[in-house]
């Protein structure tokens, strides 16, 4: 699309002007944040990555192990994202889609598609990229919808948006589905968007009963999606994930 | 008056309605955001139709479909209809009172948002809630301050 590229450097330049005072005001107000308070959050700051590299020490070990048993399984396993921190732009485009847009575009490698996290979780993908800013759907987009696995126990579904910022619907379920309450949602890789294992949300108080069909069942994401400033734009494996394993598989294959 | 002077005011005011399209406001707030593009430009129609034509409106319509992210055309021939009907009409309007004239903004900005609505069917079936009708009442409310406002701009 050369002529929307070529038109959006006119009006991202809009969006960058709309966004321009509250992006300020917020660098003003962290300019003058004082002392005591920088001092508390470099405290809390640090006692967090102290935290999150033991964390990482164990981390490191697990996907070592992991790594040699899908070896065992004869199944890939893809490392390594690589990640693009981008900022919101403080603008709404239309009223009734979840649609975000950030200050990075094709200029940096944004293309279509391409997975978005924050730290708590998946975030969306990105639905257009323009040359200096990008357009993200978010998973609550009424038109979004995420292939999730049940972490406790694996059972495949679809989380679909519901149109409210905080609250993602599962309507493919079957009546006898092992899904409980407080179950955590993660992605689980199937379609190829998104990466497997991040968290996408976590599933809503339901009424159980008695005939055990299953109500309507929902669940809250992860993600702060209306509050965020900063995200992630991943580059993931560019292969579709196999959705079965490949016969033909050298043990070398497996190494990486 | 000066054409480039006024041509500076045009694209000035259009400038600040595009802003204003895509301006944060909160979850109460954000529906209620009017199609202020399309409001200006069909004031500019109705005060200087000489200087205003179909082709300036399919011009902006292209620019906001880029800014909103939508299918390329949406807005530029939704624009364009509206402000054909207001040239062909500019004339009886001027004499409307402001009651009236809101009455044809009302029907202008139906007309465009239904449009929307079925172009955004064609591309997929939707769900649309009350909230997707909203910009039109308050585009109609907003109209007399708009039209005194850019009367004034357009005298300063």
């Known amino acids: 699309m050369p002529l929307r590229a070529t038109l959006s450097v006119l009006t991202d330049s809009l969006k960058y002007a709309v966004d321009l005072p509250i992006s300020l005001f917020e660098k003003v107000s962290s300019e003058l944040s004082s002392y005591d308070t920088l001092k508390k959050e470099n405290t809390s700051l640090r006692q967090e990555q102290l935290i999150n590299r033991t964390q990482l020490l164990k981390f490191d070990a697990l996907e070592k192990e992991n790594i040699r048993l899908r070896a065992l399984l004869e199944n890939s396993f893809k490392l390594g994202e690589q990640v693009l921190i981008a900022e919101l732009l403080s603008i709404n485009l239309v009223a009734d889609e979840h649609i975000m847009v950030v200050n990075k575009g094709t200029r940096f490698g944004v293309h279509p598609q391409q997975p978005v996290l924050d730290i708590n979780g998946v975030v969306g993908q990105v639905f257009r990229a323009l040359p200096f800013s990008s357009e993200i759907m978010l998973i609550t987009d009424p038109n979004h919808a995420i292939p999730v696995q049940v972490n406790r126990n694996g059972l495949l579904t679809i989380a679909v948006g519901s149109g409210m910022s905080n609250q993602l619907n599962l309507p493919y379920l079957p009546n006898n589905a092992d899904i409980r309450p407080g179950d955590l949602l993660i992605t689980s890789g199937l379609g190829g968007v998104f990466p497997a294992g991040y968290p996408v949300g976590i599933v809503d108080d339901f009424p159980e009963t008695n005939n055990k069909s299953i109500p309507h069942i929902t669940a809250t994401p992860k993600s702060l999606l209306d509050r965020k400033r900063e995200v992630l734009i991943v580059w993931g494996s560019n292969a579709l994930m196999p959705l079965t394993t490949p016969l033909s598989k050298t043990p070398a294959d497996n190494e990486q | 008056m000066n054409n480039s002077y006024s041509a500076m005011r045009i694209f000035i005011t259009l400038f600040f309605a595009m802003c204003l399209r895509i301006v944060p406001l909160s979850d109460t707030l954000a529906p209620l955001n009017p199609d202020w593009v399309l409001l200006v430009l069909i004031y ?113």
């Open chain 2, 44 to 156: 500019w129609s109705l005060a200087i139709p000489e200087s205003v034509g179909i082709a300036h409106a399919w011009f902006l319509g292209i620019l906001v479909d880029v800014l909103l992210g939508r299918h390329f055309g949406q807005n530029a021939f939704i624009y364009s209809l509206v402000i054909y009907a207001c040239l062909v009409w500019h004339k009886q309007l001027r004499q409307f009172p402001v009651v009236q004239q809101s009455a044809f903004i009302f029907l202008c900005l139906l007309f465009s948002q239904l449009l929307f609505f079925w172009f955004k069917n064609v591309h997929a079936s939707v769900q649309i809630t009350g909230i997707f009708w909203l910009p039109i009442f308050s585009g109609t409310v907003l109209w007399p301050f708009i039209y005194q406002l850019m009367r004034s701009i357009r005298r300063f």
